[in-house]
């Protein structure tokens, strides 16, 4: 079986995780999107949406078509923002990452880059990296949802 992805269904998945994580704002305040649940470990929703809006990009852009791309994957997790800024921070991602895909999808791509390595079960396939950046940010929906209950 041949299995394609078109752009359009790409940018359809992506802008619903984004628009997910602007409907978890929706639930908290200034204070609350800053607070992590107690427990080892637990990350803010602030901190959260900033590690989504950077490693989508980052994900397309340099291990997807071997552009330069910067982050500082720690100091994402501490961030801290308004729940505007955070939403400001979403729609800038979410028309950057779209962008992107779509030139992702498009071609070239760079398939021996080596942040590719990181992909499980060895498989460095356009088809995996795709996969990889929808399974992050639809996991780390669901831990904004489960942390918007814990704090809200």
């Not at 790409?10 to 802008?15: G, K, P």
């Not at 994900?59 to 997807?64: L, N, R, T, V």
């Not at 060895?122 to 399974?135: F, I, P, Q, Y």
Request: proline residues 4%.
């Amino acid at each position: 079986m041949e299995l394609s992805l078109d752009a359009a269904t790409l940018d359809l998945y992506l802008r619903h995780a984004f628009r997910g994580m602007a409907a978890v704002l929706d639930r908290l305040d200034d204070e609350t999107v800053n607070q992590r649940p107690p427990g080892w470990g637990t990350n803010s929703v602030a901190g959260l949406v900033v590690h989504c809006c950077e490693l989508a990009p980052s994900w397309f852009a340099m291990p997807g078509l071997g552009r330069d791309s910067e982050r500082d994957r720690d100091a994402e997790f501490l961030a801290q923002g308004t729940v505007d800024e955070l939403r400001d921070r979403i729609d800038r991602a979410t028309e950057q990452t779209c962008a992107l895909a779509a030139d992702f999808v498009a071609g070239p791509t760079v398939g021996d880059h080596a942040f590719r390595e990181f992909l499980p079960g060895g498989d460095r396939s356009d088809g995996a990296l795709v996969l990889h950046v929808l399974e992050e940010l639809y996991q780390h929906l669901g831990h904004l949802e489960v942390t918007a209950d814990a704090v809200a």
